[in-house]
């Protein structure tokens, strides 16, 4: 990959400039250097311009290519349009001479060149190459208990044969980024279908405002707490849609987002109120949940390691070999406690006497890659457990009988005689005391 240039498109840079404002954000965040090119037009739009005049499309496109090439620079583009524009020509100016020849007949008239040297990425794409390590490796605030609904719009994966990036009815790319945030992307009925979009400038707005409908009928019905889009049309039906749909006594009050917005929440970037002034459905909701994660992250991380446990979950090498978990797998299984701690569940774990199975037997530590394994985890649960009064009878009974004696085995002088052993008792005096006294530290 070239170095890149911006190429915003005109929806995104006139009516939406708060979206390439959280684009520039995140790509700063991660030192990724990028240029821009003021003679960019519009890429040209896909719908309306291709169909008026099928010429000048590619023409216009073609020139938007040549500027980019002249800077040497690939092309990174956060508009579903522009990208099957761009990427669609780019396809036709490398695999067809005619067409190269032909254009540039055009081009070389504004002293412009065209060989299709360039490449398009789509901003999703871009961070899913980036990688998953990479972008996990800069979260701060992992969405994680958050379900999300992914809507990749039409123009991101088709047509295949010029995009050719990912299953154009069956993709995964923008789901697998958004649970690099930690959350989690939900299946829903209709996830392909068109938002309908251009519908209202084809003279059918009624239509248009139906399709986002049924799609936000299923979205709701999956229990999302999120919508999020890789393009700005998209964007505009999902989010501004809403409020025309509350008119007609349909409400939904589902927050909507593109995806750079998502990913600066989750680097710890504050865009929030840029966010909340420039989007018509109400994102209140969304962030009250965030700041419920975030307490609940700072509770967590005050005794675990939440590295580790992350590390741990995607790991879960050890789960199947842990003695209690092939025994009982239904019962006690460590990657799903690990998962809840992650979850910020941590008040449910306490409460699950599971957590006392644990036999301290290090088996996990044996198996795992970096020799920490689980034990200290689940020690520090119980601990946990044990000051919320949640300790199991078999346990609370042995700590109780510790704590009045200094010993968990019952003292028997019968027993050390009959094998000529002297009968006294040891004086454990100061260790009860010492008991006493760090208890009332607590």
């Not at 829903?188 to 009928?217: F, T, W």
């Not at 919508?227 to 849609?241: A, E, K, L, R």
């Not at 209140?284 to 992350?310: A, G, M, P, R, W």
């Not at 085995?409 to 005391?433: C, I, Y």
């Amino acid at each position: 990959m070239n170095e890149i240039v911006i190429f915003p498109g005109c929806m995104i840079s006139y009516r939406l400039p708060f979206i390439e404002v959280s684009v520039k954000k995140a790509l700063d965040h991660f030192g990724i250097v990028f240029g821009e090119i003021n003679k960019f037009s519009c890429c040209p739009e896909p719908n309306g311009i291709k169909n008026a005049n099928s010429k000048i499309y590619r023409i216009t496109a073609a020139r938007n290519l040549a500027l980019a090439e002249s800077h040497k620079k690939d092309i990174l583009t956060p508009c579903n349009g522009c990208f099957e524009t761009l990427k669609g020509i780019r396809s036709e100016i490398r695999v067809d001479s005619h067409i190269r020849k032909n254009l540039n007949n055009y081009l070389n008239k504004i002293n412009l060149h065209v060989e299709g040297s360039s490449d398009v990425y789509h901003l999703i794409e871009f961070f899913h190459k980036l990688g998953s390590d990479t972008i996990k490796e800069k979260i701060n605030y992992p969405l994680t208990p958050l379900k999300i609904a992914v809507h990749y719009g039409c123009h991101f994966l088709r047509p295949s044969n010029k995009i050719q990036m990912d299953d154009p009815m069956e993709p995964h790319i923008f789901d697998e980024i958004i649970e690099d945030l930690g959350a989690k992307s939900i299946k829903y009925i209709q996830k392909m279908d068109c938002c309908g979009g251009s519908l209202e400038r084809a003279g059918n707005p009624d239509v248009a405002l139906e399709m986002i409908h049924s799609k936000l009928e299923c979205i709701k019905e999956a229990g999302a707490d999120a919508i999020v889009v890789g393009c700005p049309q998209c964007f505009i039906q999902f989010d501004h849609s809403q409020s025309e749909l509350k008119k007609l006594d349909y409400e939904f009050e589902i927050p909507v987002f593109y995806y750079s917005e998502l990913l600066c929440i989750a680097l710890g970037i504050n865009i929030k109120e840029i966010i909340k002034k420039n989007h018509r459905t109400p994102v209140d909701s969304f962030f009250k949940k965030i700041d419920i994660i975030y307490q609940q992250t700072k509770q967590i991380e005050q005794y675990f390691d939440v590295e580790f446990l992350k590390e741990c979950y995607s790991c879960g090498a050890c789960n199947s070999d842990c003695p209690v978990a092939k025994y009982i797998p239904q019962t006690f299984n460590p990657k799903e406690i690990v998962r809840k701690i992650l979850k910020g569940q941590l008040e449910e774990v306490l409460k699950d006497p599971s957590i006392w199975l644990c036999l301290d037997c290090y088996v996990c530590y044996e198996l795992c890659p970096m020799k920490i394994g689980l034990v200290e985890v689940f020690t520090t649960l119980r601990n946990l457990a044990q000051k919320m009064d949640l300790t199991v009878k078999g346990f609370e009974k042995e700590f109780e009988t510790f704590k009045k004696m200094g010993i968990v085995a019952k003292f028997s002088k019968s027993a050390r005689k009959r094998v000529g052993l002297e009968s006294k008792k040891p004086d454990l005096n100061d260790l009860k005391k010492l008991i006493i006294k760090i208890e009332g530290e607590e």
